[in-house]
């Protein structure tokens, strides 16, 4: 069993940056691949960034330039660093890590953390 906890999130205005974090319960970076997503209210969830197991990272387009994924072996934390914020950014930010193996899908999530973007 994985757990994922996020923080990292707050109150920033338009321009600003924030660092979100994701602690995982043990050395899973080289054998799950890591996203974090997001869910404004009412919408669905949506995918942001990605890393895979080897540290590849991949971005949706709306963050790309702006958002910078990460991961630190030593800690077992993933970060997502957001630049230029935008009000369109605001949402609860999810972790994910996942893996498929043989017949088995491993599918983990943290419990969110706020990000608000005031205009």
């Known amino acids: 069993q994985v757990q994922l906890v996020e923080s990292g999130g707050g109150l920033v205005q338009a321009g600003g940056s924030l660092r979100l974090s994701c602690a995982a319960s043990g050395s899973i970076f080289s054998v799950f691949a890591m996203d974090w997503y997001r869910q404004a209210p009412g919408k669905q969830r949506e995918w942001v960034a990605g890393?895979?197991?080897?540290?590849?990272?991949t971005y949706a387009d709306s963050v790309k330039g702006r958002f910078t994924i990460s991961g630190d072996n030593a800690k077992n934390t993933m970060y997502l660093q957001m630049n230029s914020l935008k009000p369109e950014d605001t949402a609860v930010y999810y972790c994910?890590?996942?893996?498929?193996?043989?017949?088995?899908?491993?599918?983990?999530w943290g419990q969110g953390t706020q990000v608000t973007v005031s205009s």
């Open positions: 994910n890590a996942w893996r498929i193996t043989g017949m088995t899908t491993d599918d983990y």
């Open positions: 890393m895979t197991s080897g540290g590849r990272p």
